[in-house]
């Protein structure tokens, strides 16, 4: 997205945010701005657990995935 788009972005946010009525949404838009300064839980996490989301990545572009009804089926006496 260009800068320029952004920008344009920015202040029909802006506008919107200005028009809010729902308290819900504006409450979520409060939490989300004082929440904004914490860490990505991405650096948090251990590299074996970054690993493990890599590789789970890696096989849904690989297509080794199964339907949930399968891995159901497969887990069920654990469920």
Known sequence: MSELNIEKE???IIKWVTDLKDDTAFERLRML???SNKNDWWH??????KAAI???LADIKA????PHKEA???YEKWL
């Open 54 to 56: 890599e590789k789970g």
């Open 72 to 74: 159901r089926k497969l």
């Open 44 to 49: 948090e996490i251990s590299e074996e657990e």
């Open 33 to 35: 701005r004082k929440n």
């Open 10 to 12: 920015k202040l029909e």
């Open 63 to 66: 297509g080794r995935v199964k």
